[in-house]
């Protein structure tokens, strides 16, 4: 007994002393670095440095492997290695500019195509730096993205003109399960400030999720399942406020490792954010407030054979839907959601250097939802349940691939509706498998993949005779495929292609609505003879990337001879006088060009630019698609100096004019923001703070894509502020 | 070996996981009450029994306007009068008015100082009008169910003349 005891509290010192892969991590100065996080990429194992910049990876097979290294404030290295019983020095340096760092995640490959589909990163100071108050605001300036807004809380990103379940949020790579992409006054469930990182996934990797390839993925890392085990206990307590709604926001999360047991880490977080009405130039946007907590906790057992864990996650918020424009409620509709989740997964190490890894998962969401008149009644209630599994196997080489994934997913969806809402309680079932390859073939990187969806839609009551047309039981049978080849011209000038084929399922809303939406200000009916959304995507892309500047152009052509939308009719609803949306599926080509620049003008100055453009016809009729934004432009110029960092930006809009027969047109405008940043050392402490301001003219200026525009413009001068410590 | 102990940890993961979602579940909170009928009606027309039979239209609304020349008359507590409210439906016919107690008439008079509106005892679709004074006036009726409006006019109006 005593032996077992011994060996217990030794086992993590008896693990850490078989080293094979040891190192230390120093900044420009040779001075040691704490809490760099390492992986090896081939394993998918994580380890940190300690207070003396050290680290190690022991019990691993011998062979050639890739660490890739990463600490907040500096640029991301990538080492190759073998096993043997040196000892490293990597060197890490002070970060020029953020945004160009590449990070893969969940799967052990990376390639060239990786560096160009997920190029909209935000990890590190950029994202402390971009953090909004939610993940769309967090995200406006990323290439290629717009926000769809209802006010501030419902914000959601809009991808290529794309949006509603064209763009699937993911947390940890497992979707968010809410109403958020169905209704343009629904939030999505996710508080941005405790996140790790946020990627936006594009080509063939996206059917690892989704069936939708035109679009994309936004996925958020929390590592709320934590997949290492730390060398000590780590977290961060932060704040933010911002002036424009008296905003403010306080949170904290905590790792703690548990090696004195048992090899068990366990992960906890808790955050509150609180906002008022938002004041813009022309005054203050009523009922715009919004109060969300959020908190989670989850733990893993961590083996060298791989780690199980579960966790658990609350999301809710009250937020107001301002009220005022024409069809709306005077004073505006207030809504009340929180979402539960379970999640637990399993992923296993083969040691046999050709299979990787074996992922099993499984989820458990509860979403409720509950809009209020301004009586305080409850106008609609939707309550959404869903369990989710899926099984995945990473493989490395084999045969002439270079890794890729298989897979199975199945999602079971029980959707029921209260109050004033006329779309019909429904069970829905999905069934996906999918793989995904990659090659690495001369001077060509190649990525494949495909997926098969199955789903079935049955309502609660079947209606033969709705007015709509005959509601019942629907299945689907949709394949989606994509692939990407990358050619290397020269070692620093990439030229690549893709072509998919895209499907999606249409929502229950577009199939089975038929009455008003409170909070949306819209009739809906749906069309329950809709048939899948369907598509081919066509994308050219280059890239050109040395030390003093990094250029990226793609242009993209997406025909649609199946594109479901739901357009304003231009008629009227006679018993409530609302606006009658109606779900169709039209024929429609979606292009457009994007363009990212940065010049690192010298080791202190960088200048970076940004350009969107985005062009949707409905080919039927040569009209302009609704709800497509403006060409964007966004200018930075950043000033760096040792752990201090500095910018100004200007965000240049051209009018929207390009619109759908009841929409209505916005002007151009110009914005400009700036920004400082310190980051600084304490005793094992890592501090970052930022400071700062948007709107700075108090410009008043309108976004197409928010549904408010006619009543009040965006928000004015804002001042923002944020602390964060990483101990 | 491994193989076998992979299948081992692979099971014990799946029986732990579907007995941990099954049984902990997320907790749900009071039930959700299910939508019941709503009306949908495109207009209505108010029928006074003053000089029954036949019954007199004074008031006409269909479509998001009110027809002309019509105007809702009554007088200084008129107690006699009785008007009746019917509703139409996209087609302009006549629909059976609601006859549970989930629906309700709601109404808003412009000024209340000119005169009063009293439902029937008992019945949701019959009122009287009481005037105070004489003078003109207007009112909008909307049909209420569970705090919502099934139906509104919106911003139309029928006009009331209060005579002596």
New interface residues.
């Given amino acids: 007994m005593l032996f077992k005891y011994i060996f217990f509290i030794f086992l993590p010192f008896t693990i850490f002393s078989q080293e094979q892969i040891k190192g230390i991590i120093v900044d420009e100065n040779d001075k040691p670095l704490e809490n760099v996080t390492i992986k090896l990429v081939e394993k998918n194992f994580y380890t940190v440095t300690d207070t003396t910049g050290t680290f190690s990876f022991t019990k691993i097979p011998n062979g050639e492997y890739t660490l890739e290294v990463n600490r907040l404030g500096f640029q991301k290295a990538t080492v190759n290695t073998k096993t043997e019983n040196t000892t490293l020095l990597i060197h890490l340096y002070t970060v020029p500019i953020e945004g160009t760092g590449i990070i893969v995640t969940g799967t052990h490959y990376n390639s060239k195509l990786d560096e160009l589909y997920e190029h909209s990163t935000l990890s590190g100071k950029k994202l402390q730096k971009d953090l909004g108050q939610t993940l769309a605001a967090t995200l406006k300036n990323e290439t290629g993205l717009a926000i769809r807004s209802m006010g501030p809380a419902p914000a959601r990103p809009v991808l290529r003109g794309l949006s509603g379940d064209r763009v699937t949020i993911s947390e940890d790579g497992n979707k968010t399960n809410d109403l958020s992409a169905s209704s343009p006054d629904h939030a999505v469930t996710v508080e941005p400030f405790t996140v790790e990182r946020i990627e936006v996934v594009r080509g063939p990797k996206v059917l690892l999720q989704t069936s939708t390839t035109i679009g994309g993925t936004v996925n958020i890392i929390r590592n709320e399942i934590p997949d290492i085990l730390p060398a000590r206990i780590t977290g961060t307590v932060g704040g933010s406020g911002e002036s424009a709604n008296k905003g403010y926001l306080g949170s904290t999360t905590l790792t703690l490792p548990l090696t004195i047991v048992a090899p068990i880490t366990l992960r906890g977080e808790v955050s509150r954010r609180v906002a008022e009405n938002i004041s813009t130039p022309i005054g203050v946007l009523k009922n715009s407030s919004m109060d969300n907590l959020n908190f989670s906790g989850g733990g893993s057992y961590i083996g060298s054979w791989g780690y199980a864990g579960i966790s658990g996650r609350y999301f809710g918020t009250d937020y107001g839907i301002p009220g005022g424009f024409v069809g709306a409620h005077p004073k505006g509709v207030n809504i009340s959601l929180f979402k539960q989740q379970l999640n637990s997964k399993f992923h296993y190490h083969f040691s046999d250097d050709d299979f990787n890894n074996l992922e099993i998962e499984a989820n458990k969401t509860y979403y409720r939802h509950q809009e209020f008149e301004n009586s305080g009644t409850v106008g609609a209630e939707f309550a959404v349940t869903t369990h989710s599994f899926s099984t995945t196997f990473n493989h490395n080489n084999f045969g002439i691939f270079n890794g890729g994934t298989i897979g199975v997913s199945l999602d079971m969806r029980d959707f029921v509706v209260g109050g004033f809402v006329f779309t019909p309680a429904t069970v829905s079932t999905s069934f996906a498998t999918f793989f995904y390859e990659t090659l690495h073939w001369e001077n060509f990187d190649i990525q494949f993949a495909l997926r098969y969806n199955y789903d079935n839609v049955i309502p609660e009551k079947e209606k033969p005779n709705a007015k709509i047309g005959s509601i019942r039981e629907r299945i689907f049978h949709t394949f989606s495929l994509s692939t990407s080849l990358l050619r290397e011209i020269t070692p620093t000038l990439f030229v690549g292609a893709n072509v998919s084929k895209s499907s999606r399922v249409p929502t229950i809303e577009e199939l089975f609505s038929e009455g008003p939406h409170l909070a949306a200000y819209s009739y809906e009916t749906g069309n329950p003879n809709l048939q899948a959304e369907w598509g081919i995507g066509t994308e050219i892309f280059s890239y050109y990337k040395t030390p003093e500047f990094y250029g990226m152009l793609t242009v993209f052509y997406n025909t649609l001879p199946y594109y479901i939308i739901s357009r304003n009719s231009g008629e009227i609803n006679y018993a409530t006088l609302l606006p009658i949306y109606k779900a169709t599926g039209i024929p429609a080509i979606l292009y457009g060009i994007e363009n990212q620049l940065t010049w690192y003008i010298s080791s202190r100055f960088t200048l970076s630019s940004s350009l969107s453009y985005t062009v949707g016809k409905i080919t039927s009729t040569h009209s302009p698609l609704p709800a497509i934004p403006p060409l964007k432009e966004l200018i930075d110029v950043k000033y760096s100096y040792e752990n201090f960092s500095a910018g100004i930006s200007t965000e240049i809009a051209a009018s929207q004019n390009n619109i759908d027969t009841f929409e209505e047109s916005t002007k151009g405008y110009a914005i400009a923001g700036g920004y400082v940043q310190y980051v600084f050392n304490g005793e094992s402490i890592l501090h970052n703070i930022t400071l700062s301001i948007d709107n700075i003219f108090d410009t008043e200026y309108r976004n197409h894509l928010s549904r408010l525009k006619s009543i009040m413009p965006e928000a004015g001068r804002n001042f923002r502020m944020m602390y964060r410590m990483f101990f | 070996m491994?193989t076998k102990?992979?299948f081992h940890?692979?099971i014990i993961?799946?029986i732990?996981?579907?007995i941990?979602?099954g049984i902990?579940?997320?907790?749900?909170?009071n039930p959700?009450?299910?939508?019941e009928d709503?009306?949908?009606?495109?207009?209505l027309f108010i029928l006074t029994n003053k000089h029954n039979p036949p019954a007199d239209t004074v008031a006409y609304y269909?479509?998001?306007s009110v027809k002309n020349g019509l105007t809702i008359t009554t007088s200084i507590n008129d107690a006699e009068q009785l008007f009746s409210l019917h509703f139409l439906d996209?087609n302009g016919k006549t629909l059976t008015s609601p006859t549970d107690n989930d629906h309700t008439l709601n109404w808003e008079i412009g000024d209340t100082s000119f005169v009063k509106l009293q439902q029937v005892s008992g019945e949701q679709w019959r009122f009287h009008l009481f005037g105070k004074k004489e003078g003109n006036t207007t009112v909008k009726f909307f049909i209420l169910?569970?705090?919502?409006?099934?139906?509104?006019m919106?911003n139309n109006t029928f006009p009331i003349s209060v005579a002596q």
Avoid: M, V
């Fill in positions: 491994k102990t992979f940890r692979t993961f799946t732990t996981t579907t941990f979602l902990t579940g997320c907790k749900k909170d959700i009450i299910p939508p709503h009306i949908e009606a495109a207009g269909f479509k998001d996209e169910h569970e705090g919502h409006n099934d139906f509104t919106g």
